[in-house]
């Protein structure tokens, strides 16, 4: 048996008016053998938001959930606590307090659950765009799913096992599964640079891929077939200017098109010129000389 300690746990949740949300997936959570021993509540200053925050104090006062504490982050501004999502500014106080707090788990070495289900809905965008930042393949985004329940009715904060309350499991696209990226990436404190490295990285990736394609897998023939294309002529202007039939023209496209249905991943349905233009033209464009 092994004797390596496992990964503590924290569920991260943004705060709405209904504090159930929290307590809700966290019993789900616990129940299904999730070890979280840390919650962090992802709150605004609205009064209706801060009675739900004032509900949840008094259940972990109870002492319902024993090992698992309550960590507090309001949505704080330079100087201001954020009330409402209504600005740009107010969007990325939201931003900074996720990231700050999915950051902090992450150095701690913790596996992250993120509940996106409670508060505004700008708020699960906000969950998603961090998690998509920092999360790796052990962390997970749930939605809370319940019936017999609406907005504004009784506030069961606990709800029977049997009762038709689901946890569904939210699929993040992460930016990257590079470790050494994402520790890079991780070691940013602002999410606002995070984002700017991380597109400057996904750029950087996408031109050196389509020159690895035009460079390695297509034929002389075939690049300059994909550079005329690319300048916008059709075949009969493409075999004009390769001094070429139109059929040939025509039969080496369609070998383009195999190889980049290939190289994009999807050979069951290869991609035709208005995807070739589209992944090929600005780089071309860039280089400045044709291909080959």
């Known amino acids: 048996m092994s004797g390596r300690k496992k990964p503590q746990q924290t569920l991260i949740a943004t705060l709405g008016s209904e504090p159930q949300v929290v307590t809700l997936v ?6 299904q053998d999730h070890a979280v021993d840390e919650v962090v509540v992802v709150y605004t200053a609205a009064q209706a938001v801060q009675r739900a925050m004032d509900c949840l104090r008094a259940e972990f006062a109870r002492a319902v959930y024993p090992g698992t504490i ?10 201001f606590a954020v009330t409402d999502l ?3 500014d107010d969007m990325w106080a939201l931003l900074r307090t996720l990231y700050r707090e999915l950051q902090r788990a992450k150095r701690e070495g913790r596996i992250v659950h993120m509940a996106i289900s409670g508060g505004r809905k700008v ?10 930042l920092l999360f790796d393949k052990h962390d997970r985004v749930w939605h809370l799913l319940s019936e017999g329940w609406q907005p504004g009715g009784e506030q069961k904060l606990h709800r029977p096992l049997g009762e038709r309350v689901w946890l569904v499991p939210v699929p993040v696209l992460r930016w990257t599964d590079d470790a050494a990226i994402q520790l890079a990436l991780g070691n940013l404190d602002d999410p606002a640079e995070a984002i700017r ?7 950087s990736q996408a031109m050196r891929r389509r020159k690895e394609f035009l460079e390695h897998w ?4 075939e690049r300059q077939v994909v550079q005329a294309a690319c300048d916008g002529l059709d075949n009969a202007a493409i075999a004009r200017r390769l001094h070429k039939s139109e059929r040939t023209v025509a039969n080496q496209l369609t070998r383009v098109y195999a190889k980049l249905g290939e190289w994009l991943g999807f050979s069951e349905h290869p991609p035709d010129r208005s995807v070739l233009i589209g992944e090929f033209a600005p780089y071309l464009l860039r280089q400045g000389t044709p291909p080959g």
């Open 197 to 203: 490295r991380q597109e400057m990285l996904a750029r």
């Open 218 to 221: 297509l034929s002389q023939a």
């Open 123 to 132: 708020m699960a965008i906000a969950g998603m765009v961090v998690a998509q």
């Open 70 to 79: 309550l960590r507090e982050a309001p949505v704080l501004g330079p100087g």
């Open 86 to 88: 209504k600005s740009e």
């Open 26 to 31: 966290l019993d789900r959570l616990l129940a």
